[in-house]
C-alpha cells in the first residue's frame, strides 16, 4: 500500500511539474508577442519606416520560446530503459 502511494505522489508531483511548465510557458508566449508588438508598434509610429528593424528582437527571441515551446510539449520524460542504460554505462565508466 506505500508503495503505491508513493507512486501516486511521484505521479502527482511530476503532473504539478508539467502544468508549472506550460503556465510558464504560456505566459512566456504572451509577453512575447505583446512586446513585440509594441516594438512594431513605435517602427510604423516613427515618420521613417525604413529597415524592419524589429524582425531581430523577433527573431532573436522567437527562438528562446520555440525552444520553450519544444521543452514543455515535445521533450518527453526519461524511461526506465533509458535510466538503466545510463547507469550501465555510467557502471562501465569507474
Not at 517602427?43 to 524592419?52: D, R
Not at 525552444?67 to 514543455?72: E, I, L
Amino acid at each position: 500500500m506505500a508503495i503505491e502511494v508513493t507512486r501516486e505522489e511521484a505521479l502527482r508531483d511530476r503532473a504539478i511539474r508539467r502544468l508549472k511548465k506550460k503556465r510558464d510557458f504560456h505566459t512566456h508566449v504572451l509577453v512575447y508577442v505583446l512586446v513585440n508588438a509594441f516594438l512594431v508598434a513605435i517602427w510604423m509610429a516613427t515618420n521613417e519606416h525604413g529597415y524592419f528593424w524589429p524582425i531581430f528582437p523577433i527573431v532573436g527571441w522567437g527562438i528562446g520560446v520555440v525552444m520553450n515551446g519544444w521543452d514543455v510539449y515535445l521533450n518527453d520524460d526519461f524511461d526506465e530503459e533509458q535510466i538503466r542504460r545510463e547507469m550501465e554505462r555510467l557502471q562501465a565508466r569507474k
